[in-house]
Nanobody, 126 residues
Framework: QVRLVESGGGLVQAGDSLRLSCAAS????????MGWFRQAPGKEREFVAG????????EYADSVKGRFTVSRDNPKNTVDLQMNYLKPEDTAVYYC???????????????????WGQGTQVTVSL
């Protein structure tokens, strides 16, 4: 049984940093692209960042480039999202997702991912 568990969300002020972590179990972690998505109230789930199985490729949404960094630790089966210079518009529930890697690229559409975590809330106040 595949399980993805996010942690690290919280309430912060604009300009602060947060580090989200996702712990995976029940899958051969290095065979999966890991992605981070977010969903704000009333909005569609959107891609934030992702990394291929061997960390050869990373992909970021334009809105987070230069502020967020995705990294993974395959021996520990974890993927992190370091979020710096947070803005109120970053407020959302953040989800970790896994997609069996068939090609060396990060997919950016949510329905291309196979497994999902339960999400962690990030709230950024002014």
């Amino acid at each position: 049984q595949v399980r993805l568990v996010e942690s690290g969300g919280g309430l912060v002020q604009a300009g602060d940093s947060l580090r989200l972590s996702c712990a995976a179990s029940g899958l051969t972690f290095g065979n999966y692209v890991m992605g981070w998505f977010r969903q704000a109230p009333g909005k569609e789930r959107e891609f934030v960042a992702g990394v291929t199985g061997g960390s050869a490729f990373e992909e970021y949404a334009d809105s987070v480039k230069g502020r967020f960094t995705v990294s993974r630790d395959n021996p520990k089966n974890t993927v992190d999202l370091q979020m710096n210079y947070l803005k109120p518009e970053d407020t959302a529930v953040y989800y970790c997702a896994a997609e069996l890697q068939l090609k060396s690229r990060v997919k950016t559409y949510w329905n291309e991912y196979d497994y999902w975590g339960q999400g962690t809330q990030v709230t950024v106040s002014l």
